[in-house]
């Protein structure tokens, strides 16, 4: 349920609803907008009796919120979220562009692709530093090295950093490093991390599971939002189908749908849902068409020597391709 305060209740009426909340037994999450604020109840199994609330001074009304998310939720806060770091706004109308190679291999090899993104105008560069592989054979990422790496990146180039934490010890440092945490597919239902998640101060690039739903992966972004950050990105990225002519099949009714439910923002990595570079750029145009906030493409110097993903990373001249393409829509 929300109990939405009128337009001049004081900070002092708000925290007054949030204890009569608190001594029924549940817990009251303020949601501040630009016309009222608005108090969230979680914690309820049932119906929540509102008729002490509606009584209190400053309350407006009360609204049931009838989805399992409530954080999340368009129903409990109607306004986009818009995640600000610097001065890149992700869900602020612009599209963000999230680029670079799927691994961080070297120092020189992260350079490299951080200056070709970076002149091209991507905002944020990508890459990983602990790698969740399907086999244990393959490359596994630097660890911190890398992240020590992709640090240099970020003050050589002035790029932000989204990088994957993909387990709750990890995660420790590569909020020291990054300024996204990512976390991948695998993990979207990773609870301990989630929550860990949801401590930290930085935002969180959440990716859907391969075989999630939309309610699913809004009820992981709802882990991280109840434990205090709000600050969550979505993102597409290709759930598995029967098709076998791409990785994955990429839902771009996800983007409307997730619009509609929610008020995060979400963007769509259209290189794991394709596996393939030819289908990046027509995969993009598609994300875009249907609402997408921003991109995450894989790209790299020397595709086929990449240590992970080649088949699916750009060559610079593709990515420079797709960035003329949407140049009027990034900032
Ligand atoms: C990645 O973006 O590096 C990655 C591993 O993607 P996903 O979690 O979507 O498979
Ligand atoms: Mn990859």
Redesign the pocket.
């Known amino acids: 349920m929300l109990v939405v305060m009128k337009n001049d209740a004081t900070e002092a009426q708000v925290q007054a609803v949030i204890r009569e909340i608190e001594s029924m037994g549940l817990r009251g999450v303020p949601m501040p907008g630009a016309q009222r604020t608005a108090v969230c109840i979680l914690g309820n199994k049932g119906p929540v009796d509102d008729s002490r609330l509606l009584v209190m001074d400053g309350v407006k009304d009360t609204i049931r919120v009838t989805k399992p998310y409530k954080l999340v939720s368009r129903e409990t806060q109607p306004q986009p979220t818009v995640v600000t770091i610097g001065d890149i706004n992700i869900g602020g109308g612009k599209l963000v562009m999230m680029a670079g190679p ?2 961080v291999e070297s120092e020189e090899q992260a350079l490299t692709i951080a200056h070709i993104v970076k002149e091209r105008g991507a905002q944020v560069f ?1 890459g ?1 530093a602990f ?2 592989r399907t086999s244990p054979y393959s490359f596994q990422g630097l660890g911190e090295e890398g992240l020590k790496i992709l640090d240099k990146v970020r003050q050589e180039t002035g790029l932000l950093i989204v990088t ?1 934490a993909t387990d709750h010890t990890n995660i420790e440092v590569v909020e020291q490093y990054a300024d996204i945490i ?1 976390i ?4 979207m239902q990773n609870y301990s991390l989630l929550r860990r998640a949801g401590q930290t101060s930085k935002p969180v690039l959440l ?2 599971g ?1 075989a999630a739903t939309i309610e699913e992966l809004l009820m992981s972004a709802e882990y991280i939002i109840s434990e205090g950050n709000n600050q969550v990105i979505l ?1 597409e ?2 759930i598995r189908t029967f098709t076998d002519n791409t990785r994955n099949t990429l839902d771009l009714s996800a983007i409307p749908s997730i619009k509609e439910a929610s008020h995060l923002p979400i963007i769509v ?1 259209p ?2 849902a394709a596996g393939r570079r030819d289908f990046v750029i027509p995969l993009s145009r598609g994300a875009i068409a249907v609402g997408a906030d921003g991109l ?1 493409v ?1 790209v790299h110097h020397d595709p086929p020597h990449a240590l992970s ?1 080649g088949m699916q990373s750009l060559y610079p001249e593709q990515f420079a391709e797709l960035m003329e393409e949407i140049k009027g829509l990034v900032p």
Do not use: I, V
Not at 184 to 187: D, E, K, L, M, V
């Open positions: 799927c691994a990508r990983g790698k969740p994957e990512q991948g597919a695998r993990n990716k859907r391969f993102c990225r290709g990595d290189s794991h995450l894989e993903d």
